[in-house]
Structure formats: structure tokens, C-alpha cells
């Protein structure tokens, strides 16, 4: 699938937390205080969303209904593989290791990677 810009994916967050079919309207006013937009920019992202084929509208009736065809986890899956591999050769170990040479990671973050490895050992072999 093509790539969100920034606004297309602040509009599916809004999409996401609604968790049903959204008019325009909507999904502008789940935007208030993020962007001024006037209706005709979210038509024209709408578009461009319907076309990449993250967001289906259904026109049956007088009021045009939106949703995500997408979940956030199964976009978040995909942009994380995509930056995987073109960061880190595909490579988590590579890029956990760069968030700890630059101090990114807190002690706290630490600990919670760590245990999470750990929950995870011996999980494969059954």
C-alpha cells in the first residue's frame, strides 16, 4: 500500500478512535485543535485515502459515510517492517542497539524491554 502523509494519518487516528462509520463532518470536528481545516481540504485527503485504499466511503445514502479498511495495529505493523527495513537492514537487534548507544531508551524502557524478552523465551519452541 502507498504511504500516509502526516494529515492522511492524523485523519485515520480519528477514524480509529471512532470505531465506526464517520461523515466529514465528523472527522473535522475529531481534527478541531489539531488543524484548521475547511471542509474541502478533508474531502480532497478523503479522496486520496479512498484511493490508496485505506479508507472506504459509502455512498448509499444523502450523507457520505467514512471508515478505516485498515486497523491502527495492522498499520502500525506495516510502517514498523517498512522502517525496519529500510533503517536497519530488517534488523531489530540493530535498531535497539542504536537506541541504546544514543541514550534513547530509559532505565525504565530498559527494564521493560528486557522483561518482555524474557517472557518471550521458550514461547517458540512450544
Known amino acids: 500500500m502507498k504511504k500516509l502523509s502526516d494529515s ?3 485523519i485515520m487516528k480519528v477514524l480509529w478512535v471512532g470505531d465506526k462509520p464517520m461523515t466529514s463532518n465528523e472527522i473535522l470536528m475529531g481534527l478541531k485543535g489539531k488543524h484548521d481545516w475547511k471542509l474541502a481540504a478533508l474531502m480532497t485527503f478523503l479522496a486520496r ?3 490508496k485504499g485505506y479508507v472506504s466511503c459509502d455512498r448509499s445514502t444523502r450523507t457520505n459515510y467514512y ?3 485498515i486497523s491502527q495495529k495492522e498499520y502500525q505493523v506495516q510502517e514498523s517492517k517498512s522502517f525496519l527495513e529500510k533503517l536497519y537492514d530488517n534488523s531489530a537487534a540493530k535498531m535497539i542497539a542504536q537506541l541504546c548507544k ?6 525504565k524502557e530498559i527494564a521493560e524491554l528486557r522483561e518482555y524478552l524474557n517472557s518471550l523465551e521458550g514461547k517458540e519452541e512450544k
Open 8 to 10: 492522511e494519518f492524523e
Open 102 to 107: 544514543t541514550n534513547a531508551l530509559s532505565q
Open 49 to 51: 485515502m479512498v484511493d
Open 67 to 69: 471508515v478505516a479498511l
